[in-house]
């Protein structure tokens, strides 16, 4: 009885000391305090554009005053997740992409415009791919489709703000992004550096985006290891709860593998569904998994990312229930949003100094002086964004980005120019076939041999050659002569072939020649910024008109035709295949002189000029081409010619000649695909009004000497070149179908 009195006086004087402290413990907290919230990670997969709905999953997130502790993402989840980490809104991430140019970031390299001049006339004759590079002596290919200039200069862009955090603990919300090393197909976790750096290098898509080299590994897409980083959320915040968003594609079933392509895509798919599955097995009963039903929508298809947005939020809305129990009240969640570490809406700094990191054998100061800043300039990211893109469209470089840092208080620019991988020199191809229904057909390829960097100030020398119908051979060598790049020297030998039919009005039968033609000058002049060019030329050209065929004419032999030219040139067009904005002119004076070792002093000028309008998906193209011999007799190899597909469609090319000749044409041009897409083939239907001639002498240039002709069209902006299918007539009798791949802008 002792004992069990002493134990229940203990447990009086227990109670009354519980009481005491429950009561003293409540007296200092308020009265409306919340109780202790869960903590939160959040999770964002990978899978190209699908992953634009993570955009709209951190909607209803904000909407529901979700604090996120943390975030991990891989791809396009470590893209989304790193510039939510940075403090970016999700209303102005949805804007954002609704901006974005897509087919624009997923091409390396500025716009057209913005080339080299240089580089716009190679463009007329060879492709616009990488090329293939030539290193040390062996064929160097490229390591993916794309370089990946445009998406980095993006993303460069987007993460501003925290341009000077390099340990992603000091973001607004502590983040990781996800690669995988390519050397071991080991997943690696981005936890400090660039940011825009680590996003790019989780976005590596295997084959299409080059690799990225961090700390020495080099990245590539972090879905081909861990697709869904839930292990690395738990282990960068221990989160209570777990928010993990998959917007992977699911597998394609065995009706659609069909194809060598689709095989490889379904094995890539494989590895990536795997590793998903293993980290979402490890979701406890807290844990959320939001899964936006995505359909049909392509992991390229980023011109749908508004909808992507909206079937993101409507996903997160099926769990509002799940994800209510983790909301706190509004004066919580704005001491949640204070408290997180501050980072600038916009950081536009002043430039106290600029380095330049450059790995090529270029000066210096080319970069520099194509960079149009210098210090005391206050940062404007798109402007700078674009002189870098002029600077990689120079064809130098694997890459051109910045860095900005704080030293002593200043902030300085890194601009970092790195060599291609591929090399310095380069081999590119051409490629022209033509075929119409009356069985006539051309067929040229061509191949060029490019050495570049062959000193700072840029030197190139080009070796090309054309086999087929028409045959060339020419070997030239461009100088720059300063580092601005705006006059240069570009002395050159030339040799080459090409069958020329001559019409003639008495006769219905063709005469045709073959040229031959070989000449040695030198061109000097100043490049126009990058819109034009005016070019002085001295040349020494000799050569024969053989005939193959038709009536013997007095042009048979020899002839030399030594001189000069004056030209000017401007050229803005957006594409040479199919052009949309921009413009193009080119006024030439040519002139043979007897004192230089010419047969005679013979003068030609000629014009030409385009201007497309555009609006929607239509564009209308006005032209005018104007040429005329001003004195001499011209030779066969001086005519101008006319005939072929938008060069008075219905006569066959070259079917038309003379000492003058006038062209003027309204092409139309309908985009049939969706313009706003990446990773397309662009498909047109068009036609055009045409009206024109070709005289021997002024008087008789009449209105009813005038020609009408015209087109309707199919094409498509291959890899390969601009493809048409074309049918044309000219003057009620004549009419031919074509086929053309090759350049015609």
């Known amino acids: 009885m002792r004992n069990c009195r002493a134990n229940r006086g203990l447990s009086y004087q227990g109670f009354a000391l519980l009481l005491l402290v429950v009561l003293g413990v409540t007296s200092s907290v308020p009265a409306d305090a919340a109780p202790e919230r869960s903590r939160v990670g959040l999770v964002l997969g990978g899978g190209g554009a699908r992953g634009t709905a993570h955009v709209g999953v951190l909607q209803l997130l904000e909407e529901l005053r979700i604090p996120v502790d943390c975030v991990a993402g891989t791809s396009m989840g470590a893209i989304i997740g790193g510039l939510y980490a940075a403090g970016m809104t999700p209303k102005e991430m949805d804007q954002t992409l609704q901006r974005i140019d897509w087919p624009a970031v997923f091409n390396d390299g500025p716009p057209r415009a913005d080339l080299p001049?240089?580089?716009?006339?190679?463009?007329?004759?060879?492709?616009?791919?990488?090329?293939?590079?030539?290193?040390?002596?062996?064929?160097?290919?490229?390591?993916?489709?794309?370089?990946?200039?445009?998406?980095?200069?993006?993303?460069?862009?987007?993460?501003?703000?925290?341009?000077?955090?390099?340990?992603?603990?000091?973001?607004?919300?502590?983040?990781?992004?996800?690669?995988?090393?390519?050397?071991?197909?080991?997943?690696?976790?981005?936890?400090?550096?660039?940011?825009?750096?680590?996003?790019?290098?989780?976005?590596?898509?295997?084959?299409?985006?080059?690799?990225?080299?961090?700390?020495?590994?080099?990245?590539?897409?972090?879905?081909?290891?861990?697709?869904?980083?839930?292990?690395?959320?738990?282990?960068?915040?221990?989160?209570?709860?777990?928010?993990?968003?998959?917007?992977?594609?699911?597998?394609?079933?065995?009706?659609?593998?069909?194809?060598?392509?689709?095989?490889?895509?379904?094995?890539?798919?494989?590895?990536?569904?795997?590793?998903?599955?293993?980290?979402?097995?490890?979701?406890?009963?807290?844990?959320?998994?939001?899964?936006?039903?995505?359909?049909?929508?392509?992991?390229?298809?980023?011109?749908?990312?508004?909808?992507?947005?909206?079937?993101?939020?409507?996903?997160?809305?099926?769990?509002?229930?799940?994800?209510?129990?983790?909301?706190?009240?509004?004066?919580?969640?704005?001491?949640?949003?204070?408290?997180?570490?501050?980072?600038?809406?916009?950081?536009?700094?002043?430039?106290?100094?600029?380095?330049?990191?450059?790995?090529?054998?270029?000066?210096?100061?080319?970069?520099?002086?194509?960079?149009?800043?210098?210090?005391?300039?206050?940062?404007?990211?798109?402007?700078?964004?674009?002189?870098?893109?002029?600077?990689?469209?120079?064809?130098?470089?694997?890459?051109?980005?910045?860095?900005?840092?704080?030293?002593?208080?200043?902030?300085?620019?890194?601009?970092?120019?790195?060599?291609?991988?591929?090399?310095?020199?380069?081999?590119?191809?051409?490629?022209?076939?033509?075929?119409?229904?009356?069985?006539?057909?051309?067929?040229?390829?061509?191949?060029?041999?490019?050495?570049?960097?062959?000193?700072?100030?840029?030197?190139?020398?080009?070796?090309?050659?054309?086999?087929?119908?028409?045959?060339?051979?020419?070997?030239?060598?461009?100088?720059?002569?300063?580092?601005?790049?705006?006059?240069?020297?570009?002395?050159?030998?030339s040799y080459q072939q090409y069958n020329l039919d001559i019409q003639n009005n008495s006769s219905p039968e063709s005469t045709r020649f073959r040229v031959r033609q070989a000449q040695m000058g030198i061109e000097g002049g100043r490049n126009l910024e990058h819109w034009g060019r005016l070019s002085l030329g001295l040349h020494y050209t000799t050569g024969s008109n053989d005939l193959q065929f038709g009536q013997p004419s007095s042009s048979e032999g020899n002839f030399n035709d030594s001189g000069y030219s004056i030209g000017w040139a401007a050229d803005t067009l957006d594409s040479l295949n199919f052009p949309t904005s921009g413009y193009f002119a080119n006024l030439y004076y040519y002139s043979t002189l007897k004192d230089l070792g010419a047969d005679q002093n013979f003068q030609a000028l000629s014009l030409n000029a385009s201007k497309p309008y555009t609006w929607g998906k239509s564009t209308l193209i006005p032209r005018l081409r104007l040429a005329g011999t001003l004195s001499g007799d011209p030779g066969p190899q001086n005519l101008f010619l006319l005939g072929g597909f938008l060069n008075l469609s219905g006569y066959q090319m070259g079917q038309i000649s003379g000492q003058y000749i006038a062209l003027g044409q309204l092409i139309y041009m309908h985009r049939l695909d969706e313009a706003s897409a990446a990773f397309t083939i662009p498909l047109y239907a068009g036609g055009s009004l045409e009206v024109g001639g070709a005289w021997n002498n002024l008087d008789e240039v009449t209105f009813n000497s005038l020609i009408p002709a015209g087109s309707l069209f199919l094409g498509a902006d291959t890899p390969l070149g601009p493809l048409y299918l074309g049918a044309g007539l000219a003057d009620d009798s004549n009419a031919s179908l074509y086929l053309l791949l090759g350049r015609l802008f």
Request: glycine share 6%; hydrophobic share 40%; charged share 15%.
């Open 117 to 493: 001049f240089r580089t716009k006339q190679e463009q007329r004759v060879l492709l616009t791919t990488n090329g293939i590079g030539i290193k040390n002596g062996q064929v160097q290919l490229p390591q993916g489709l794309l370089q990946g200039q445009n998406l980095q200069l993006l993303l460069e862009e987007l993460a501003l703000p925290a341009a000077n955090v390099h340990d992603f603990d000091k973001l607004t919300i502590s983040y990781r992004a996800v690669a995988t090393n390519l050397a071991t197909g080991t997943p690696v976790v981005l936890k400090s550096g660039d940011l825009s750096r680590a996003m790019r290098a989780s976005m590596s898509i295997p084959s299409i985006l080059v690799p990225i080299t961090i700390d020495g590994k080099l990245l590539v897409d972090g879905g081909v290891s861990n697709n869904v980083p839930v292990d690395v959320a738990r282990e960068l915040c221990h989160p209570d709860v777990i928010i993990a968003v998959d917007v992977g594609a699911p597998l394609a079933p065995a009706s659609e593998l069909t194809s060598v392509l689709s095989i490889t895509s379904q094995l890539t798919s494989i590895l990536t569904v795997r590793n998903v599955q293993q980290q979402l097995k490890t979701l406890g009963h807290r844990d959320i998994l939001i899964t936006p039903d995505l359909k049909d929508i392509s992991s390229i298809a980023f011109h749908r990312s508004p909808e992507a947005v909206q079937i993101g939020y409507a996903a997160a809305e099926t769990q509002r229930s799940a994800l209510s129990q983790l909301s706190v009240s509004p004066d919580a969640y704005q001491a949640y949003l204070a408290a997180r570490p501050s980072l600038p809406n916009a950081y536009n700094p002043v430039i106290s100094f600029i380095r330049i990191k450059n790995s090529t054998r270029l000066s210096d100061q080319v970069i520099a002086d194509q960079l149009h800043v210098k210090p005391g300039d206050r940062i404007d990211p798109q402007q700078l964004s674009r002189n870098l893109n002029v600077i990689y469209g120079m064809g130098d470089f694997q890459q051109v980005s910045y860095l900005l840092t704080e030293e002593d208080g200043k902030t300085g620019l890194i601009v970092e120019a790195v060599e291609r991988h591929i090399g310095k020199d380069t081999l590119n191809f051409g490629l022209f076939l033509g075929a119409n229904a009356k069985t006539d057909s051309m067929f040229n390829l061509s191949v060029a041999y490019t050495m570049a960097q062959l000193n700072s100030l840029g030197g190139q020398w080009r070796n090309f050659v054309q086999i087929g119908e028409n045959v060339k051979l020419e070997t030239d060598f461009y100088q720059p002569l300063n580092t601005a790049q705006e006059y240069y020297i570009n002395p050159y030998l």
